[in-house]
C-alpha cells in the first residue's frame, strides 16, 4: 500500500482497470475530499454529500475500463461527481426562502454535531449574507454555477472545468464572469 | 456594512479579464494588459478589490474532523468490496462464455431469425389458409367432356323417342330398331 501511494493517477487507473482494487482505493483517499466538497456545495447537505460522492466513486470503479485516458482521471472522475451533484439537484429542487432557512439551520445543526474544530472563514459570512450567497447560487444557471463551484472552491483551471463541463474554455470564461458578477452584486452590502 | 457608491460597475470591456486575473488564469499577455489597465482606472481597481474580499469568503466547504474522513474511506471501500462480489457471482455464472462468444452467439441468433423469417413465412401463410387440394386441369376436361358426353346420349335418346311418334310404316322398319329403344328407354 505504501508503494501505491507513491504512483501517478494513470499508474493507480492501469492497475484498477486490470482488476486490483486495492490501487482503486488509494484513488479513493486522493479524492475523497475534493468529491466530498464538490458535492457537499451542491447539496450542502452532509448525508447527501457523503452519499453521492460515495456513488461517483462506486460509478467510476464499475467503469474503470471505459476510461480512455485522454483525459487525466480526476477530470474524468469530477465529471462524475458534478453530474450526480446535477441530477441530484434536479430531482430535488430547492427554492425559496423557507426551505433557505431550515438548509441553513439543518447545516448548523450538523456542523456543531460533526466537528467543533471549523475554520474561521466558514463563519466569515454569516446569516444574512449567506442567505444571499445560497440564494444566488441556487437561482443562478446551472451552468454558471458548476463552473464558479470548480473553479472557485474546487480550484480547477479554467481548462480543467472546460473538460469536466465538455465545453470550451471561452464558454467556462463567460459562465465564471457572470456568475462572479452575480454575487458580487449580491454581498456588495456585505462587505 | 457596505453602504457606498462600490455598486459601480468596471469597465465592461475588462470585467471577465478582471475575474480571470484573480483567480491567476489567463496568459501573461492578458494579464499585462489587465494590469496596465488598472494602473488608470479606479472603477476596475474597486472591482478588484471587492472580488479579493468577497469571492475567499465564498468557500462554502466544510472542513470534517479525521474520524469522519476514516468513516466515509472505510464505507466506500466497503461498497467497492460489495460491487466486486456483486460482480463476480455473475461472473461465475458466465465464466464458461468467452469473449468472443458472446458476438458470435449474437451473429448466429440474427442469422437464424432471418431465416426463420423468409421460410417460415410461407409455412406461417399455409397454416393460416385452408390446405385445399387443386384438381388437375386433365381430370377437369375429362369431367366436363364426360358430362357433355353423357348430354349426348340424352339427346340421342330424345331424337330415338321423336322417331318414335312418327308414323309406324316409317318407324317399323325393323325389330332389332325397336327392342334396342324400348331398352334405352328403360
Known sequence: MADQLELRDEELVALSQQGRRDCFEVLVRRYMEKAFHIAFNFTRDTETAKDLSQDAFLRAYSNIKQFDGRSSFYTWFYRIVVNLCLDHTRRRRRVGWESLDQMVEKTGEQNQFADTTFLPEEHAIAGEAKRRVDKTLDTMPKKQRTAFLLRNHQGLSISDVAKVMKTTEGTVRVYLHRAVAALRQSLLEFV | ?186
Request: hydrophobic fraction near 35%; aromatic fraction near 8%; charge should be negative.
Open chain 2, 1 to 186: 456594512m457596505k453602504t457606498d457608491a462600490s455598486l459601480a460597475r468596471a469597465c465592461k470591456e475588462y470585467e471577465e479579464d478582471l475575474v480571470l486575473y484573480y483567480y491567476g488564469d489567463g496568459g501573461e499577455d492578458e494579464r499585462r494588459k489587465v494590469e496596465l489597465h488598472l494602473a488608470g482606472c479606479g472603477s476596475c481597481r474597486h472591482f478588484l478589490d471587492d472580488l479579493q474580499r468577497l469571492l475567499p469568503q465564498i468557500t462554502g466547504a466544510e472542513t470534517m474532523p479525521q474520524s469522519f474522513w476514516d468513516r466515509y474511506y472505510r464505507e466506500t471501500v466497503s461498497k467497492l468490496q460489495t460491487h466486486d462480489e456483486r460482480n463476480s457471482g455473475w461472473r461465475s455464472i458466465f465464466a464458461p462464455l468467452q469473449t468472443w462468444m458472446v458476438p458470435a452467439f449474437g451473429t448466429v441468433a440474427v442469422a437464424l431469425l432471418v431465416i426463420g423469417l423468409m421460410f417460415g413465412k410461407s409455412n406461417l401463410i399455409s397454416l393460416v389458409e385452408p390446405h385445399s387440394e387443386k384438381i388437375p386441369q386433365e381430370i377437369l376436361a375429362d369431367k366436363n367432356q364426360l358430362e357433355f358426353f353423357e348430354s349426348l346420349d340424352i339427346i340421342e335418346v330424345l331424337s330415338k323417342l321423336e322417331a318414335q311418334d312418327e308414323p309406324k310404316t316409317e318407324v317399323i322398319e325393323s325389330d332389332g330398331n325397336r327392342a334396342s329403344l324400348r331398352g334405352q328407354i328403360a
